[in-house]
């Protein structure tokens, strides 16, 4: 994704989601898996590179607040489970950071920034199957923009955003973009091809 943190989106980028659009979001996800779960306890937050990361740290801050306890948060690099490995061949893969309590038996929460076609989340399905065996496995994803091509559903949703296939989502977090938002490119002004997601 194109990040033009300082300059700002070009004429063609709409943006959806401001930074305090992007908190409030988290911040009824957080509630919604302290609900679900009721209460923290066995609660893991794996975030999916680049963008995961920095949610589930965040998702992960706000359960805390709000629980009185602090949350395990790792990083699940789905890089060499994806099937596209053969269109993409040059993909860097990030470092997977599984928290020391292990995922057997506690409910993971997975986290990403958008949904899309569903292939990163079935990566990661796949992924957590060579780590450990968790009691069940969720997904909280910061938008949903439809278009999928595998049975994957979110359980936890900051934003439901319809858009056509040719757009391109952008998603900007302050820990790698230097600013919190969200915007929908058309796709005369896209720069490169899209990340399944």
């Known amino acids: 994704m194109s990040t033009r943190a300082e ?17 409030r979001a988290l911040t009824r996800i957080a ?5 679900s779960n009721r209460g923290p306890d066995g609660l893991v937050l794996l975030g999916i590179p680049t963008r995961g990361v920095p949610l589930a740290q965040r998702l992960a801050a706000l359960l805390e607040r709000f629980a009185g306890v602090p949350v395990a948060t790792g990083a699940l690099d789905v890089t060499m489970y994806r099937d596209d490995l053969a269109q993409h061949p040059t993909r860097a893969p990030h470092p997977t950071d599984i928290p020391s309590s292990g995922i057997d038996g506690r409910v993971v929460v997975l986290v990403d920034d958008v949904l ?14 060579d780590i450990g065996r968790p009691a069940a496995v969720r997904l909280a994803i910061l938008v949903d ?10 359980d936890f949703v ?5 858009s056509a296939r040719s757009e391109r989502v952008n998603v900007r977090l302050t820990e790698v973009d230097g600013v919190d938002a969200v915007s929908i490119q058309a796709p005369d002004a896209r720069e490169g091809a899209e990340a399944d997601a």
């Not at 899309?116 to 199957?129: K, N």
């Not at 900051?158 to 319809?162: A, I, R, S, V």
């Open 7 to 23: 300059s700002g989106p070009p004429a063609s980028e709409r943006i959806v989601l401001h930074d305090a659009d992007i908190t």
């Open 31 to 35: 509630h919604e898996i302290l609900e």
């Open 116 to 129: 899309f076609s569903g292939r990163s989340i079935r990566a990661a399905l796949d992924a957590l199957q």
């Open 145 to 154: 923009r439809g278009h999928r091509e595998l049975p994957i559903r979110p």
């Open 158 to 162: 900051g934003k439901n955003l319809p």
